[in-house]
């Protein structure tokens, strides 16, 4: 897909006059938001006793790596999440851009507000447990930040909201699986509780694609083709971020699988994107395509997760070599 240029007024002006048709489908998935949001306060789900001065103006304790008492893979996967969490001002600014008045404004707001509730109790946790090194983390949350977020060539608004409902979903599961594999309750009870309010997210945009389908089938087609075939997680820009996803994925925590099977296809049944009709050439062109590309993702994931298999046999035998 060639880049969109925003410096064409005639793009600058169909992307908000998409949001303006969209407007009153924002207001009222706004309101059914706010009506099913559970409150929830950040320092209830962090245990506070545990936590004590670290070296430094306080002259508390240095960190030590034996103090970690979740799993490596844990960890990672926390800190990942946490750190794609911390770039919310970028992602902010992004979806900002398409509007910052109305129920689109207000929606933006709320999300943001609800998004950094999610950094504050992931960072509060890490801390107070001592699981990671604090020196560490700052250093890698400023290395990220300072990377700033910039969507893709080629996004539009559309784009955007449609990334966003893959995404979001995506998320919940990671932090709903990291929680699982975490070991501390404490733990998976925040993430679970993160991993809600990511759902009532992908709720929320999901309903805005769907809603695009029945105002531009073709344009909303060719934009789920585009998000889905050209998906990747927003923190990837993290420093050896693939290495880290290997591991996350090998852990089970995210894979390809997942994605296939408890992401995209999901998204893909509830906007019925294989049963609509009345779909110009371009629409139908890019279903066809979206249907090969998910032909070759299902291979792909039924490939790694073969290998995953023999991964994992190869570490338990090394494992019990050296117990010996």
């Known amino acids: 897909m060639p880049p969109i240029d ?16 969209l407007q ?13 949001a559970k409150e929830w306060f950040p320092h209830e789900y962090v245990p506070w006793s545990e936590g004590r001065d670290f070296e430094g103006p306080l002259g508390g304790e240095a960190w030590t790596p034996q103090e970690a008492k979740l799993p490596d893979v844990a960890r990672t996967s926390l800190v990942v999440n946490l750190l794609t969490e911390d ?7 992004a ?21 950094a509730r999610h950094g504050i109790a992931l960072r509060d946790y890490l801390l107070v447990t001592r699981t990671v090194d604090p020196r560490a983390l700052e250093r ?30 995506a998320t919940r ?29 992908m709720v929320f945009y999901r309903n805005l694609v769907d809603a695009a389908f029945e105002l531009a089938p073709d344009t ?49 049944r509830k906007l019925r994107v294989f049963e609509r009709e009345g779909l ?26 073969d290998r995953r298999e023999g991964i994992r046999e190869s570490r338990a035998r090394r494992a019990a070599a050296v117990a010996a």
């Open 95 to 115: 979806v900002a851009e398409f509007g910052k008045d109305g129920a689109w404004g207000n929606w933006v707001n709320r999300w943001t507000a609800e998004e």
């Open 220 to 268: 909303a087609m060719a934009v789920v083709r585009d998000v889905v075939t050209g998906f990747e997680m927003p923190g990837s820009t993290i420093k050896d971020f693939g290495r880290k996803s290997a591991e996350i994925a090998i852990a089970g925590i995210y894979d390809l699988r997942l994605h296939h099977d408890s992401v995209v296809m999901p998204i893909l």
């Open 24 to 36: 009153p489908v924002v207001e009222s998935n706004l309101n059914r938001h706010l009506g099913v």
């Open 173 to 201: 599961i990671s932090h709903r699986n990291t929680g699982h594999v975490s070991t501390d309750p404490v733990c998976d009870a925040l993430l679970a509780r993160i991993a809600a309010d990511e759902n009532l997210h």
């Open 6 to 21: 925003r410096s064409d007024r005639s793009v600058a002006r169909a992307e908000y006059s998409l949001l303006a048709e």
């Open 87 to 93: 770039n919310l001002p970028g992602y902010h600014f």
């Open 280 to 305: 110009g050439a371009a629409g139908e062109a890019a279903r066809e395509e979206l249907a090969d590309f998910l032909a070759k993702l299902d291979t792909q994931a039924t490939s790694f997760t």
């Open 140 to 169: 890698a949350r400023m290395a990220h930040m300072s990377l700033g977020y910039d969507r893709p060539d080629g996004f539009s608004a559309l784009h955007a909201i449609a990334y966003a409902a893959f995404q979001e979903l």
